[in-house]
């Protein structure tokens, strides 16, 4: 027997309104821990008020929404079946010869239409506010300030002392020595008093210095001079270099593909961003295994009863899967797996479990 529309909308309605209950709860308890340990980490700090605090928190909460979104879909569709099967509706429903898996169709169709508007709509929206939040947090927690920028002209980069500041450019750069192609390197005393460029070409990171090849230094009023060595003193590292770059969760699903292209271009990995990237590309897939998983634990309250124990289990399922997925993404991360069997294997293990578990419960 089919599925009539009818039926379809009503299912799809009740669990439209379970997820946003639940994606409603969780939001306001985000926000509120978030708040709190903002308060924590700004205690002591005169010139950070709670109205920055508050505006941290709001910039911040759509990433955080989207990291528990799995979650809320799980528990969202947990309640949504199991309000389902203590009213009997389930019971009836396949009772009239209707399928589970005609049953998971609505809910599975509108936890994919979640992410597909979580990647397209929202999570340009969570970049930039998360841009903001972090733009804040430099200036108010961690009192630090950009380093590096890139863009398909090269390298950009900034180091400071007491002296004044250097801005240096590259064309292009090798990540593993971190050394410098085709330089030009702007000398400031202060703030902004120009007071030299060094023209050169290759520039080596060495610890506490740049060792400059084939330099051409000039100064104003002064003609060029020519030096085959030359040493700039710096306080960077490759880590600290590493760590200026903007990270993946600043960067919309749509802006990602330029930027690991421009950043492969200028000599860096784009590993870190393309792992990010198709984790949000499998955000629709795995949203739609929470759906199965909810499911294994609401066709088994219908006939079993023990509702407290089935959403118990659904609800630690939700958090061995999210601790797995962590797991999963810092190997990723580390290079120990493949990126995309990094990104991948969370939402494709979690739709395999589900099925089977289904298909045993169904057509057992």
């Not at 990433?63 to 019971?91: D, I, K, S």
């Not at 920028?149 to 971190?178: C, E, F």
Request: with cysteine.
């Amino acid at each position: 027997m089919g599925l009539s529309a009818t039926l379809s909308v009503y299912l799809a309605r009740h669990t439209a309104f379970w997820l946003v209950t639940v994606f409603g709860g969780v939001t306001g308890v985000a926000l509120l821990f978030d708040t709190v340990e903002l308060l924590r980490r700004a205690a002591g700090k005169a010139d950070i008020g709670i109205v920055v605090i508050l505006q941290m928190s709001l910039f911040k909460l759509p990433h955080l929404v989207q990291q528990m979104l799995p979650f809320c879909v799980l528990l969202g569709a947990t309640l949504a079946f199991w309000r389902l099967a203590r009213a009997n509706e389930l019971v009836v429903t396949r009772a009239a010869g209707i399928s589970a898996w005609q049953i998971l169709a609505p809910a599975t169709g509108i936890a994919i239409l979640v992410g597909l508007i979580q990647i397209s709509l929202f999570n340009p929206l969570a970049s930039v506010m998360l841009s903001k939040y972090e733009q804040l947090e430099s200036r108010y927690l961690k009192r630090t300030v950009s380093l590096l920028s890139v863009s398909s002209a090269g390298l950009w980069l900034r180091q400071s002392d007491a002296g004044g500041q250097s801005v240096i450019h590259a064309t292009r750069v090798a990540q593993s020595d971190m050394s410098l192609q085709g330089v030009i390197i702007f000398l400031f005393e202060g703030k902004d008093r120009f007071i030299g460029r060094i023209d050169a070409d290759e520039a080596h990171l060495r610890k506490g210095y740049w060792d400059i090849r084939n330099a051409w230094i000039s100064t104003p009023s002064k003609p060029a001079r020519f030096v085959s060595n030359h040493r700039l003193d710096t306080d960077l590292t490759l880590n600290k270099i590493l760590d200026s770059f903007a990270s993946p969760q600043t960067m919309s699903f749509w802006q990602l593909p330029g930027f690991i292209e421009t950043l492969e271009k200028a000599g860096f990995s784009g590993h870190r961003h393309k792992l990010y990237w198709h984790s949000l590309l499998a955000s629709p897939l795995l949203l739609a295994a929470m759906i199965l998983i909810a499911a294994i634990f609401s066709l088994r309250t219908s006939r079993r009863g023990g509702a407290a124990i089935s959403i118990a289990g659904a609800v630690f399922s939700g958090f061995f899967l999210y601790f797995m997925s962590d797991l999963v993404y810092a190997l990723g991360l580390s290079a120990s797996i493949p990126t995309l069997l990094a990104a991948w294997t969370p939402a494709g293990v979690s739709t395999l479990l589900g099925l089977t578990a289904l298909f045993h419960i169904e057509d057992g």
